[in-house]
C-alpha cells in the first residue's frame, strides 16, 4: 500500500521565520509527480508548487520545493502573514494526498 | 477567466443519491482531464475521480460502483452522480482541472485550477 507521509503534523513558528515541511512516500519518485498545495480556512486549495520544484503561476519565490525519491520538502523561506495555513503534498499516480502540516502563529 | 463553479451539494438522507455539477469558463472540459476531490470535515483531502479528455474515467475505490464521472461538451460541465450515500460521503466537494502527463514519468503539473466545492451532507 503507497503512504503519503507528511510532517510535522503542526508547526508553530513566527512571522519572518522559515519553515520546513517534509513529505516521505513509499513509493518512490523522480520528483515529476509531486505537486504540494496550500489550503486556508473556509477556502479551496491552491497549487503550489508541481514536479516536486517548479512554482505554480503566481507563487511567490519564497516558496520552493525539492527533492527525489522517497523524500520531499517544501521550504517557506520567510513567513508571511498570509502563509499560515495547511500545507498537503500530493503524488500523481497514486492519486494520493499526504495528511497535512498546519503552519500555525507562535 | 479560467473559473470552475459547482452546484448540487444538499443534506441528504442515507442510502440517498445527488448530482454534483461542475460549470466550467475560460477553458474547455472535453480537451482537459478533470477530477472531484473530497474533504470531509477537518480532515484531508481525498481524490475522488477523474475523467480523461479521451473520455476514460477512473474512481477510488472507497467510491467505486456508487459514484460517477461523466462530462456534457455542450455545456462545458462535469458531473458527479453519487449514489447509495453513506454517512462518510459528507464532504466538501471540489471539481478540478487535473493535466494529466503527455507520457508516463513526465512532468505533471498538479491541480492547477479549483472550484470552491460544494457540500454533501449525509444524515437521517
Known amino acids: 500500500e503507497i503512504v503519503l507521509t507528511q510532517s510535522p503534523g503542526t508547526l508553530s513558528l513566527s512571522p519572518g521565520e522559515r519553515a520546513t515541511l517534509s513529505c516521505r512516500t513509499s513509493q518512490s519518485d523522480t520528483g515529476n509527480s509531486l505537486a504540494w498545495y496550500q489550503q486556508k480556512p473556509g477556502q479551496a486549495p491552491r497549487l503550489l508548487i508541481y514536479g516536486a520544484s517548479s512554482r505554480a503561476t503566481g507563487i511567490p519565490d519564497r516558496f520552493s520545493g525539492s527533492g527525489s525519491g522517497t523524500d520531499f520538502t517544501l521550504t517557506i523561506s520567510r513567513l508571511e502573514p498570509e502563509d499560515f495555513a495547511v500545507y498537503y503534498c500530493?503524488?500523481?499516480?497514486?492519486?494520493?494526498f499526504g495528511g497535512g502540516t498546519k503552519v500555525e502563529i507562535k | 477567466e479560467v473559473q470552475l463553479v459547482e452546484s448540487g451539494g444538499d443534506l441528504v438522507q442515507p442510502g440517498g443519491s445527488l448530482r454534483l455539477s461542475c460549470a466550467a469558463s475560460?477553458?474547455?472540459?472535453?480537451?482537459?482531464?478533470m477530477s472531484w476531490v473530497r474533504q470531509a470535515p477537518g480532515k484531508g483531502l481525498e481524490w475522488v475521480s477523474i475523467?480523461?479528455?479521451?473520455?476514460?474515467?477512473y474512481y477510488a475505490d472507497s467510491v467505486k460502483g456508487r459514484f460517477t464521472i461523466s462530462r456534457d461538451n455542450s455545456k462545458n460541465t462535469v458531473y458527479l452522480q453519487i449514489n447509495s450515500l453513506r454517512a462518510e460521503d459528507t464532504a466538501v466537494y471540489y471539481c478540478?482541472?487535473?493535466?494529466?502527463?503527455?507520457?508516463?514519468?513526465?512532468?505533471?503539473?498538479?491541480?492547477?485550477?479549483w472550484g470552491q466545492g460544494t457540500t454533501v451532507t449525509v444524515s437521517s
Open positions: 478540478v482541472r487535473d493535466p494529466q502527463p503527455l507520457s508516463q514519468g513526465s512532468l505533471y503539473y498538479g491541480m492547477d485550477v
Open positions: 475560460g477553458f474547455t472540459v472535453s480537451s482537459n482531464s
Open positions: 475523467i480523461f479528455s479521451g473520455g476514460n474515467t
Open positions: 500530493h503524488q500523481f499516480g497514486s492519486s494520493l
